[in-house]
Each structure stands twice: as structure tokens, then as C-alpha cells.
């Protein structure tokens, strides 16, 4: 039974002017009494587009849509395979030769009816100033990291949060650019007060062009691969062929040409270089419990975007399935 005395009190508005109905209210009792009225009311009132619905983008929307966002669009024209049904949610054998985004939309709405759920089913490349304007946050994975930087910086030009991710077998990755985000943090005093914190992000872009000298022995080798790849990607707007002699070879000619720009000593190309291959192997490789951690993570980190009530992450975060490690750093 509910404790009158821990219930919060549920007012017709929030400090935006809007308010939670008293359906929305019982519906998510227990997130109000984690996250607030205030912040409740927020996620109600925003809209997440996810491109690219792959295994842990199943996990991500799972969190988001059980959070209480208003609505969310789908965007993927992919044909599911197989190969599709290993770490996915919202799919199963019968899918197999339907579209993922449409065939996806069931399962989702059976997590939250309160939720919208809309389809885009258009190229990525007819995206512009006024679609985009419509979302609080979009998130996306994508193995073409030229897409990645296109959609960011169409985000950035029209100031909606951004975030990309990806898993790659074992090891996954979660990258941010929410430009000039500000969080508010009550402060627990007599009276009450609320400090106001600014976080300044970078674009993939200008994350991907990262001087390397500046690193450590602590970088993590996926950054240097994801950069490795992202330079050839930006070049031919294609995912190399990890089997074509022709593109080893130019990662490869890139790694040493990143080397040399960087003036890096006493450094193994080798070991750049096999870490993008491995990265290269594994980008159709998607492992369940890998993609539920990485999607509990980015999920909680949406959560906190639309919020804006707790600090988040600045700007990467690398997963290493094998040590059992996550790491933060800021390119």
C-alpha cells in the first residue's frame, strides 16, 4: 500500500507550465518518486528519434520508452536476417524478410501504451533543419561513421542533443555532443537552492580529428581505430571491406599517416592497426549481454539529457567486454 506521507505531491503544472495527468501520475508513481514530478513532466513532453535498430538500439529503446517519453520515431530500412535475432528484442524468427523499424513498432508499444511510436520511412539523407527541430534527443547507430557526422552536425546546427553508439562483439562505445548543455543541481539547504552547471561538448567531427600526441597510455585502442575508420569513411562515405587488400591497405596507410601528423615516438603501428581490423571484423557482431550494458548505460544517459538533472558524460565512453572495464575520456 502507498504511504500518503512519501507520496509526492502532484501539481496541474511544472516549472515549464505543463504537468503530468493523474493517470500519468499512478502510471509512473514509482519513476516520480526516483527522478520527481519536475522531471517526470519533461520526459513526458519529449520526443527521441533512433536511427538504426539494431541489437543494443533494442536495449536503448527499451529503457527510453519504459522511462516515459512522450514519443519516439524508428528509422531503419534494414531486412531482418538471421543474424538479426541473436541480441534483439523486439524480433523474432516470424520477422525474418520484414522491415526491422515497422516490425519493431508491436513490441515496443506492448512496453509503454502511452508512448507514440512513429516510422520514418525515408533515407537519412532527406533529414533536414525542420525534421530534425522536432526532437528533443536523437540517438543512433550506424557502421557508416560519415553518417554519423552528418546527422551530428545537423543536430548540432539546430541544437538537439546527439548521441551515437555502437558495439563491436565484446567492446562497444557511446559517444555524446549535447553542445552546450546545462544541468541544475538542488542543493539540499535552508531555503532550498539550485546550482547551474554548463558542460561544453565537441562534434564527432572534431572528436575524430583528436590530436594523438595529446592521449595517454590509458586511451583505450578502440578510439584510435574509431578514428582510423571514420578518416577512411569520410573519404569514400563507405564502411571498408575487411576482406579487400586494397582498403587494409589504406587503413592501414592512414594509421601511419596519423603517426607521422601526430609525431608520435616509440609507438607500434601494429597495434593501431590491429585493433581497427578487429574493430573492422566485429561491426555486425552484436553479443546480448554486451548490448543490455551499454543500453542500460546510454538509456540512464538520455534520461539525464532530458532531465538536465544530474551530470552526464563527457564525451565518449568504451566498454571492454573481455577486461571487464568502462572508461570515460573526453576527445
Known amino acids: 500500500m502507498t504511504?500518503?506521507?512519501?507520496t509526492p505531491t502532484i501539481t496541474n503544472t511544472t516549472t515549464e507550465g505543463k504537468g503530468l495527468t493523474e493517470y500519468e501520475a499512478k502510471?509512473?508513481?514509482?519513476?516520480?518518486?526516483?527522478?520527481?514530478?519536475?522531471?517526470?513532466?519533461?520526459l513526458r513532453q519529449s520526443k527521441v528519434l533512433f536511427i538504426g535498430i539494431n541489437g543494443l538500439m533494442s536495449e536503448i529503446i527499451k529503457n527510453v520508452v519504459l522511462a516515459g517519453v512522450d514519443s519516439i520515431t524508428l528509422v531503419d530500412d534494414h531486412i531482418i536476417t538471421s543474424a538479426d535475432l541473436s541480441a534483439h528484442l523486439f524480433i523474432t524468427e516470424d520477422s525474418v524478410g520484414k522491415v526491422i523499424?515497422?516490425?519493431?513498432?508491436?513490441?515496443?508499444?506492448?512496453?509503454?501504451?502511452?508512448?507514440?511510436?512513429?516510422v520514418y520511412d525515408k533515407e537519412i539523407e532527406t533529414m533536414d533543419d525542420q525534421f530534425i527541430k522536432n526532437y528533443t534527443i536523437v540517438v543512433m547507430s550506424d557502421k557508416n561513421l560519415n553518417n554519423v557526422s552528418k546527422i551530428n552536425s545537423l543536430c548540432r546546427k539546430n541544437n538537439?542533443?546527439?548521441?551515437?553508439?555502437?558495439?563491436?562483439?565484446?567492446?562497444?562505445l557511446?559517444?555524446?555532443?549535447?553542445?552546450?548543455?546545462?544541468?541544475?543541481?538542488?542543493?539540499?539547504?535552508?531555503?532550498?537552492?539550485?546550482?547551474?552547471?554548463?558542460?561544453?561538448?565537441?562534434?564527432?567531427?572534431?572528436?575524430?580529428?583528436?590530436?594523438?600526441?595529446?592521449?595517454?597510455?590509458?586511451?583505450?585502442?578502440?578510439?584510435f581505430a574509431l578514428s582510423t575508420l571514420y578518416q577512411f569513411e569520410e573519404k569514400h562515405n563507405r564502411v571498408p571491406d575487411n576482406i579487400s587488400d586494397s582498403d587494409l591497405f589504406e587503413l592501414k596507410s592512414i594509421v601511419n599517416s596519423s603517426i607521422e601528423k601526430f609525431n608520435l615516438k616509440n609507438v607500434e603501428p601494429n597495434k593501431y592497426f590491429d585493433e581497427t581490423k578487429?574493430?573492422?571484423?566485429?561491426?555486425?557482431?552484436?553479443?546480448?549481454?554486451?548490448?543490455a550494458i551499454i543500453g542500460g548505460i546510454v538509456g540512464a544517459e538520455i534520461i539525464k539529457v532530458i532531465t538536465q538533472n544530474m551530470q552526464v558524460l563527457n564525451n565518449f565512453f568504451f566498454y571492454d567486454g573481455i577486461k571487464g572495464t568502462g572508461l570515460v575520456e573526453q576527445f
Open 3 to 6: 504511504n500518503p506521507e512519501n
Open 27 to 42: 502510471i509512473y508513481d514509482r519513476s516520480i518518486r526516483l527522478w520527481g514530478v519536475d522531471a517526470q513532466a519533461k
Open 101 to 118: 523499424s515497422t516490425e519493431s513498432v508491436f513490441a515496443i508499444g506492448e512496453l509503454n501504451p502511452l508512448v507514440t511510436i512513429d
Open 160 to 172: 538537439v542533443s546527439f548521441m551515437f553508439s555502437h558495439s563491436f562483439g565484446l567492446k562497444a
Open 174 to 223: 557511446f559517444f555524446s555532443d549535447l553542445n552546450e548543455f546545462k544541468y541544475f543541481i538542488k542543493k539540499p539547504t535552508e531555503p532550498p537552492t539550485t546550482e547551474t552547471h554548463t558542460s561544453i561538448f565537441k562534434s564527432f567531427k572534431e572528436s575524430m580529428g583528436y590530436d594523438w600526441s595529446k592521449t595517454n597510455n590509458r586511451t583505450p585502442l578502440p578510439f
Open 278 to 291: 578487429d574493430l573492422l571484423n566485429k561491426i555486425n557482431v552484436e553479443i546480448s549481454p554486451v548490448c
